[in-house]
């Protein structure tokens, strides 16, 4: 089943066109990993789904309902349930590691909140960090963190915008089988921009390789090992 489509989608930055005439689909509760060279418009799409920017033109449909049509938002962010994890993590610096998580919950119930924090620390493995601030972190535990206070309201959309780029690869890996877990315990809607090729294998139920604002191709890791693209060959590399 479509969680998310984007249909005829053309976006500008100023005088330059990032986006012309896009269109795709998302499944429900899979890993779609979008990849390819910068500013090839991966960050573009994640923002528009989560409606942080409006397009220029097209349509993009959540759960079949339209929620933005050409520059008018019909879905306020707020109300598409999506979780988004930045490049920059953007950490409270005078939160607690603890507050940073919860602060993805303002709006809940007291008690409920408490439990679903403690969860995440639980699951995170970072129960011995609720007290400590972010400077007193890691990188790999900031990262989680973040990625932590976005789950921690259960979305149905999980972005995430080259979260490892500056991770350890080790800790990369433990990372990453963390969001697997929590993908197949809460069966969220996932899409994950990566310019790592060992990421989107690692991750993707479908990849899609970009270029130029447009799909080169897309597939199952299994079906793009047979493709004749010449561009996802020395790119994406199988």
Same mark, same amino acid.
Not at 89 to 111: K, M, S
Not at 184 to 194: C, E, I, N
Not at 202 to 210: E, F, N, R, S, T
């Given at each position: 089943?479509?969680?998310?489509?984007?249909?005829?989608?053309?976006?500008?930055y100023?005088?330059?066109?990032?986006?012309d005439?896009?269109?795709?689909?998302?499944?429900?509760?899979?890993?779609?990993? #979008?990849?390819?060279?910068?500013?090839?418009?991966?960050?573009? @799409?994640?923002?528009?789904?989560?409606?942080?920017? #409006?397009?220029?033109?097209?349509?993009i449909?959540?759960?079949?309902?339209?929620?933005?049509?050409?520059?008018?938002? #019909?879905?306020?962010?707020?109300?598409?349930?999506?979780?988004?994890?930045?490049?920059?993590?953007?950490?409270?610096p005078?939160?607690?590691?603890?507050r940073? @998580?919860?602060?993805?919950?303002?709006? +809940?119930?007291?008690?409920?909140?408490?439990? +679903?924090?403690?969860q995440?620390l639980?699951?995170?493995?970072?129960?011995d960090?609720?007290?400590?601030?972010?400077h007193?972190?890691?990188?790999?535990?900031?990262?989680?963190?973040?990625?932590?206070?976005?789950?921690?309201?259960?979305?149905? @959309?999980?972005l995430?915008?080259?979260?490892?780029?500056?991770?350890?690869?080790?800790?990369?890996?433990?990372?990453l089988?963390?969001?697997?877990?929590?993908h197949?315990?809460?069966?969220f809607?996932? #899409?994950?921009v990566?310019?790592?090729?060992?990421?989107?294998?690692?991750?993707g139920d479908k990849?899609l390789?970009?270029?130029?604002?447009a799909?080169?191709?897309?597939?199952t890791?299994?079906?793009l090992?047979?493709?004749?693209?010449?561009?996802? +060959?020395?790119f994406?590399?199988?």
């Amino acid at each position: 089943m479509t969680k998310i489509s984007l249909e005829n989608i053309t976006h500008h930055y100023g005088d330059k066109k990032v986006l012309d005439k896009f269109s795709c689909s998302f499944e429900e509760a899979k890993i779609s990993c #979008l990849i390819g060279p910068s500013g090839c418009g991966k960050t573009t @799409i994640l923002r528009l789904i989560a409606g942080l920017e #409006l397009p220029t033109k097209g349509i993009i449909k959540i759960d079949k309902m339209i929620a933005t049509e050409n520059e008018e938002l #019909l879905l306020p962010p707020h109300k598409r349930n999506t979780g988004f994890v930045f490049q920059e993590l953007a950490l409270w610096p005078h939160f607690t590691v603890y507050r940073n @998580i919860a602060f993805g919950l303002q709006d +809940r119930e007291g008690e409920k909140s408490s439990h +679903r924090v403690n969860q995440m620390l639980d699951l995170f493995g970072m129960s011995d960090k609720a007290k400590s601030y972010p400077h007193q972190l890691s990188g790999g535990q900031k990262q989680m963190v973040a990625i932590a206070r976005s789950l921690v309201h259960r979305p149905e @959309i999980f972005l995430m915008d080259e979260p490892m780029a500056n991770i350890d690869v080790k800790v990369k890996e433990n990372i990453l089988e963390h969001i697997k877990y929590l993908h197949k315990k809460y069966r969220f809607t996932m #899409l994950y921009v990566t310019h790592d090729h060992r990421e989107a294998l690692q991750m993707g139920d479908k990849i899609l390789v970009m270029n130029k604002g447009a799909i080169e191709a897309s597939g199952t890791k299994e079906e793009l090992k047979n493709t004749d693209n010449p561009f996802v +060959r020395s790119f994406f590399i199988l």
